[in-house]
């Protein structure tokens, strides 16, 4: 299945810092949303941002895939829209390389490019966000 959105992200920091900044609730917490995430296969959890008038600032996710610490897979369910998200390590010569890919748009939402244009700018932003934590 081709990607709706895919990006490369590189990091200074390890593949053991750039995973626990994946999996850790309070690092996610810096970096994405508010949640109560766990690295546990089927563990259901949510991400919490600031509602406003066009959407309550739920994300609702499962999930799918753990492998430590180079691949994560989780289900992302917001507004209608079920996609999958996955996390891709690889230790690199300067640091960790890291894929990220979502998956699983519907056709509608495909067909109004501004919401997979609106994903991918928001996935730009939570990663440069994760780059000002790990170089905390």
């Known amino acids: 299945m081709k990607s709706?959105?895919?990006?490369?992200?590189q990091f200074t920091s390890s593949?053991?810092?750039?995973?626990?900044?994946l999996t850790d609730t309070d690092m996610l917490a810096k970096w994405i949303w508010e949640n109560d995430f766990k690295p546990v296969v089927g563990h259901t959890f949510q991400f919490r941002a600031?509602?406003?008038?066009w959407w309550?600032?739920?994300v609702d996710g499962e999930v799918l895939e753990v492998e430590k610490p180079n691949k994560l897979s989780y289900t992302w369910e917001s507004a209608g829209e079920?996609?999958?998200i996955t996390?891709?390590?690889?230790?690199?010569?300067?640091?960790t390389h890291l894929h990220f890919?979502?998956?699983?748009?519907?056709e509608e939402t495909k067909a109004?490019?501004?919401a997979l244009e609106g994903a991918k700018y928001s996935w730009t932003k939570f990663g440069e966000q994760l780059e000002k934590v790990l170089e905390q």
């Open 4 to 9: 709706d959105v895919s990006l490369d992200f």
């Open 15 to 21: 593949i053991e810092q750039v995973w626990n900044a």
């Open 50 to 53: 600031e509602p406003n008038e």
């Open 56 to 58: 309550n600032g739920i």
């Open 82 to 84: 079920k996609t999958t």
């Open 87 to 95: 996390w891709t390590l690889t230790k690199s010569s300067d640091g």
């Open 101 to 106: 890919d979502q998956t699983g748009f519907s």
């Open 112 to 114: 109004t490019k501004g």
